[in-house]
């Protein structure tokens, strides 16, 4: 089975007198912890962060291996009290926030600081799991969008979300950032052609040109127009 991760939530579903299961105890029980606490938050009167939920859920985004080995009844289970979480592993294994339902719990509980993130993290990943940035061409793969100034236009909201929240999502942020990065400094797979590649380098280092990451990123423009190993109009797989 194969795995994606970038995870983040999972959901609630009031159910009581669960029975009890002797493998999967583990993935079932944080579960369990995210769905009380997520229902406890839905019923609050006043506004409080929603990034403590988050963590609950991400701490079962963490057990993949265990969302694996249950049997169908555990997995059913687990589905239903994950709302606001997308969970897979038909193919891929994933478990990852729904940024539509975290958006709204945002807007009727949250604070600013999680009003902005979801509705940056729907920017970031509009399904939930692909980055706006990627094509998706295999159950597991996809090739970078350059020359449309997705990277460099989704690097610059992550750099105001921090300066504007400098204390709030601070891991998750910077995961999406480093994946943002990544497409600069280590994707070999352009879904357009030479040019796209080009355009998006140099609109990052125009806009950015005295970010900490930019010497690198030109380092690695120069490194493009003479490597044979950069693949346009790629097929990943």
Not at 31 to 60: M, P, T
Request: aromatic share 10%; net charge positive; proline share 3%.
């Amino acid at each position: 089975m194969k795995r994606i991760s970038i995870g983040i939530i999972i959901a609630f579903f009031g159910l009581a007198a669960l029975p009890v299961y002797s493998q999967n105890q583990s993935i079932l029980k944080l579960a369990d912890d995210y769905s009380h606490a997520l229902k406890k938050f839905q019923i609050q009167k006043n506004r409080r962060s929603i990034e403590g939920i988050l963590r609950k859920g991400k701490a079962v985004a963490e057990k993949l291996d265990e969302l694996e080995s249950l049997n169908k009844t555990e997995y059913s289970l687990l589905e239903r009290k994950m709302r606001g979480f997308v969970v897979n592993r038909d193919e891929i294994l994933f478990i990852e926030p729904d940024s539509k339902f975290f958006a709204k719990l945002a807007a009727r509980h949250g604070t600013r600081a999680d009003i902005a993130f979801f509705y940056l993290l729907g920017e970031l990943r509009p399904d939930g799991v692909w980055a706006a940035y990627i094509e998706q061409q295999t159950d597991v793969t996809g090739c970078t969008i350059y020359g449309q100034g997705l990277l460099t236009k989704l690097y610059g909201k992550s750099l105001q979300f921090k300066k504007n929240y400098p204390k709030s999502y601070i891991s998750d942020i910077d995961e999406e950032i480093n994946a943002i990065l990544s497409g600069f400094t280590e994707s070999l797979c352009a879904c357009g052609e030479r040019e796209s590649v080009l355009k998006e380098f140099r609109l990052f280092i125009k806009t950015f040109p005295k970010d900490k990451n930019t010497p690198a990123i030109k380092k690695r423009l120069a490194e493009i127009k003479k490597s044979k190993d950069f693949r346009f109009k790629c097929q990943s797989g």
